[in-house]
């Protein structure tokens, strides 16, 4: 369920405006649905990509999930906003570093996402680009 995955991590490094987690007083239902969407389509045509990068730099042996494991959506997440964290944390050297240097480079080629709790108690996505 990508999709759920994509959402969850909003929730949880996403804070309101009191700087509390978004998931302490929001969950799926809060999803603004058209934003849910954007945020789905947005990752699935990073994903779709993410092929020929792996082809190109080397990695054609691992598909996304092996070169990224049950994290991509949450990384995916992280990297956009910025949040300090990398896809190449994993691999020390090599191709598969690089690879995941450029999936980094892509995803925030896309902009941040940034969350924020609207006053009608549903969860928006303010998209930079």
Request: a negative charge.
């Amino acid at each position: 369920m990508r999709d759920a995955a994509l959402w969850q991590t909003i929730l949880w490094a996403g804070t309101d405006d009191q700087g509390e987690p978004l998931e302490r007083n929001h969950d799926m239902s809060a999803a603004w649905r058209e934003d849910m969407e954007r945020l789905s389509q947005q990752f699935y045509e990073w994903a779709d990509k993410a092929d020929d990068v792996l082809i190109a730099g080397g990695c054609g042996h691992l598909s996304l999930d092996e070169l990224l494991g049950d994290k991509a959506e949450h990384l995916y997440v992280l990297v956009r906003d910025e949040h300090g964290v990398s896809m190449a944390d994993g691999w020390n050297v090599g191709k598969e570093r690089r690879c995941c240097e450029t999936l980094e480079r892509m995803a925030k080629a896309q902009g941040p996402i940034g969350a924020y709790a609207g006053d009608d108690g549903r969860v928006y996505l303010s998209f930079s680009v």
